[in-house]
C-alpha cells in the first residue's frame, strides 16, 4: 500500500508540473499572438472610416469585463482614444492613398464639448487637403454626433432617421427625504456658498445660488455649440435655433418625417440609404468589388499601418511632453481613468528628470477630488517649474475644484471656450446613523476621556467641539486653495475668493474673470509651450508621458479579459444574453460610478475639491 501511494503521489506531482508547463506555454503563446500582428495593407486608393464606438475620451479607462463582452459581441471598444482620431485624420491629410474620410456616427456616445472641438478642429485641418469629409447615420443624429457631423462636406441622413439637438441641462437626485426617512445623517462641512457638491444630502431641490451658477455655464456652453455648428454648416444662429426650438411642431405638420425637417432646414446635405451612401463613396475613392461597397480602411488598421509616420517631425533631444490628466483625483496609486495622487506625481517627477524635455503640457479633464492627492500633484508641479522649464495646462472637458487645483502653479493655462473650470471651494462629509438605530430601539451610551473621544462614530450624532474642529480645518484647506491661486494667478487673496467660493464657470467666462489666460485647442496649448522654451515648429517632437502599468499588471488584465471573453462565447451564453449584460453594465455604469464616489468621499480625516458640474 505504501509502494502504491507513493507511486500515485508521484504520478500526480509530475501530472501537477505538466498542467503548470501547459498553462505557461498557453499564457505565453497568447501573449505573443496578441504583441504579434500583421501589418494591414492599404488600398491605393481608398477612404478612411472612423467609426467611434463608446464615449470618446483623452484617456482610455481600464475596465477588462467591459471589453471583452463588447469585444466578443464584435462591437469593439466602448470607449474610443482622441488622440487616435486626431493622429489618424492628421497623416491622412498628407496621404495620398486616402481620397477620403467617413464618419459613420451611429455608435458614437457622445463626450464634453471642448473634447468635440479637438475631434471637428482635426477634421477641418483634413478638408484643408481638399479631400472630401462625409458623415452618414442611419439611426439619426444627436446633440455630440451632430457636433461632429457638422464639420463635414456632406451630411448624409437615412429617410426614417432623425436630427435631435436637444440642448445642455443639469439635474441631479436629491436625498434629504429619503435620508431622514432612513434616520440617516449626512454631516457636512464646505465654506463657499457656490459650493454645490454636497447640497443632494442638505436639500430637497437646487439651491438659487446653484441655479444660478448652473444656468450660466450651461447658457455659455450652448451658446458655443450653436456657433460652432452654425459657422460649420454655414448658416446664421437664427437657421439653428429655429430648427431645435420648432422641431416638435415641424415634425407633426411634416407627419414624423424627421429626415425631411432636416433636409428642408439645411441640417443635412441629403436624405440617403446606407446602399446609396455607398454608392457615393464609391463614386469618389473606387468600387470593392468583393464587399459591393467602397475600398476602406479603418480607423485601427490604417493607425497600425501608417503609425511610423503620425504626428510631427521627431526631434531625438528636444521634446515637449504631455501629460493626461483625466478622471477623479484620488489618493494613492491609481490606474488609467481615475488620476492617482502617487501615481501622477511619479510621472511629473519622471518627466521632471529627464533633460530632453524642454517643456510640460499638462492635459487636465478632471472634477477634482482629495485636496490631499490634488497638493501631491501641484508640489510636483512646483518642482518641475524651479527647474526653469515652462509649464502650460490645457484644460478639457472639465478643470474644476481639485482640477483646477492641480493647474495652478503654470505658466500659462489654456481652455476651451466650453469648458467647464474653477469650483474652487473645499468641502467634507460623513454620514451618522444614530437615528435609524433609535427607530429600531438601539441605544448608544458610555464615556470617553476627552471633548473628542467617541465624536466621529457612525453611531453617535456629531458633537460641537468635532464639527467646529472640521470646520475649521475646512476654512483653512480654503484659504490654502486660495493661497495657491493667488500665487498662481498673480492675484490677492481677496481677488480670488471674490471669483471662487465653490462657483463654477465655462471657459469663455474664466478668461474673463482671470482664470485662464487663453481659449484654444491642445495644439495651441502645445504650441505656447515650445514658444516659451524657445522651440520653433520642427525642433521638437511631442513626448506623451502615460501612466504605464507592469508587466504582471498587463498579463493580469488579459488573461482576466481573455477568460470573460471565452465565457461569453463559449459557455452557453449567447450574443443576445451578452448584449443585455452589456446593456446592464453600460446603464448600471453612471449609478456605480455615483457609489465608488461616494465611497471614496466618505474616507475619514479626508478634504475634497469636487465639482459634481458635467453638463448632458
Not at 475596465?63 to 482614444?81: F, K, N, V, W, Y
Request: hydrophobic share 40%.
Amino acid at each position: 500500500m505504501r509502494k502504491f501511494f507513493t507511486a500515485l503521489f508521484r504520478f500526480l506531482d509530475r501530472f501537477r508540473k505538466l498542467l503548470h508547463l501547459l498553462l505557461l506555454l498557453l499564457i505565453f503563446g497568447s501573449v505573443v499572438s496578441a504583441l504579434r500582428g500583421s501589418i494591414p495593407k492599404l488600398p491605393v486608393k481608398a477612404a478612411l472610416v472612423l467609426r467611434p464606438v463608446g464615449e470618446i475620451v483623452e484617456q482610455r479607462s481600464t475596465d477588462p469585463i467591459e471589453l471583452a463582452i463588447s469585444e466578443a459581441q464584435g462591437t469593439g471598444r466602448t470607449e474610443t482614444l482622441l488622440r487616435d482620431l486626431t493622429d489618424a485624420l492628421r497623416s491622412a491629410k498628407d496621404d495620398e492613398r486616402v481620397q477620403a474620410v467617413v464618419l459613420e456616427l451611429d455608435a458614437m456616445q457622445g463626450s464634453g464639448q471642448p473634447t468635440l472641438e479637438e475631434f471637428a478642429s482635426a477634421i477641418s485641418q483634413f478638408k484643408k487637403s481638399g479631400k472630401k469629409v462625409i458623415a452618414t447615420s442611419e439611426i439619426g443624429y444627436s446633440r455630440d454626433t451632430y457636433f461632429i457631423a457638422a464639420y463635414a462636406d456632406e451630411i448624409y441622413l437615412d429617410p426614417l432617421g432623425l436630427v435631435l439637438i436637444e440642448g445642455y441641462d443639469r439635474y441631479r437626485n436629491y436625498y434629504k427625504s429619503a435620508l431622514d426617512k432612513l434616520g440617516i445623517d449626512v454631516n457636512v462641512y464646505k465654506v463657499g456658498i457656490y459650493k454645490s457638491a454636497v447640497e443632494p444630502f442638505l436639500r430637497t431641490d437646487m439651491s438659487a445660488e446653484d441655479r444660478e451658477a448652473s444656468a450660466a455655464y450651461l447658457s455659455s456652453l450652448w451658446d458655443s455649440y450653436v456657433t460652432h455648428i452654425a459657422q460649420a454648416r454655414k448658416l446664421s444662429r437664427e437657421d439653428i435655433l429655429t430648427y431645435v426650438n420648432t422641431l416638435s411642431p415641424a415634425l407633426q405638420i411634416a407627419k414624423g418625417d424627421g429626415a425631411q425637417v432636416a433636409l428642408k432646414a439645411h441640417i443635412v446635405t441629403g436624405i440617403k440609404s446606407s446602399l446609396e451612401v455607398e454608392q457615393r463613396v464609391a463614386a469618389l475613392v473606387g468600387a470593392d468589388e468583393e464587399t459591393g461597397g467602397y475600398q476602406s480602411i479603418s480607423l485601427e488598421d490604417y493607425l497600425h499601418s501608417a503609425s511610423s509616420e503620425l504626428g510631427l517631425s521627431k526631434s531625438e533631444d528636444n521634446h515637449v511632453g504631455v501629460i493626461i490628466a483625466a478622471g477623479e483625483i484620488v489618493d494613492g496609486a491609481q490606474s488609467a481613468g481615475v488620476i492617482g495622487g502617487d501615481t501622477m506625481s511619479q510621472i511629473i517627477r519622471e518627466a521632471r528628470l529627464d533633460k530632453d524635455l524642454k517643456a510640460l503640457v499638462l492635459r487636465i479633464d478632471s472634477p477634482g477630488g482629495s485636496v490631499l492627492a490634488s497638493e501631491k500633484i501641484y508640489r510636483e508641479l512646483l518642482a518641475f517649474r524651479a527647474t526653469k522649464r515652462p509649464i502650460v495646462i490645457s484644460m478639457g472637458d472639465l478643470a474644476a475644484s481639485g482640477g483646477y487645483y492641480i493647474a495652478a502653479p503654470a505658466d500659462e493655462i489654456w481652455a476651451s471656450p466650453a469648458t467647464i473650470t474653477g469650483s474652487i471651494g473645499i468641502f467634507g462629509l460623513f454620514p451618522t446613523a444614530n437615528r435609524a438605530l433609535d427607530k429600531i430601539g438601539v441605544g448608544v451610551d458610555g464615556v470617553g476621556t476627552t471633548p473628542l473621544s467617541g465624536e466621529f462614530r457612525l453611531d453617535r450624532p456629531v458633537g460641537v467641539a468635532a464639527s467646529t474642529l472640521i470646520q475649521s480645518v475646512i476654512e483653512h484647506g480654503y484659504e490654502e486653495f486660495l493661497a495657491r491661486v493667488s500665487e498662481g494667478r498673480n492675484k490677492s487673496r481677496d481677488e480670488v475668493h471674490a471669483i471662487a467660493q465653490g462657483r463654477v464657470w465655462a471657459g469663455r467666462d474664466a478668461k474673463r474673470i482671470g482664470l485662464v489666460d487663453n481659449l484654444g485647442s491642445m495644439e495651441d496649448a502645445i504650441k505656447a509651450a515650445a514658444k516659451r522654451a524657445n522651440l520653433e515648429e520642427g525642433e521638437y517632437s511631442i513626448d506623451y508621458r502615460d501612466p504605464k502599468l507592469s508587466w504582471a499588471q498587463e498579463l493580469a488584465q488579459s488573461i482576466k479579459g481573455s477568460v470573460i471573453s471565452w465565457v461569453v462565447k463559449y459557455a452557453g451564453i449567447d450574443l443576445q444574453t451578452s448584449a443585455l449584460l452589456q446593456i446592464a453594465h453600460r446603464e448600471m455604469g453612471s449609478v456605480e460610478r455615483e457609489v465608488l464616489r461616494m465611497n471614496r468621499l466618505a474616507v475619514a480625516n479626508r478634504l475634497y475639491a469636487h465639482c459634481f458640474c458635467t453638463a448632458y
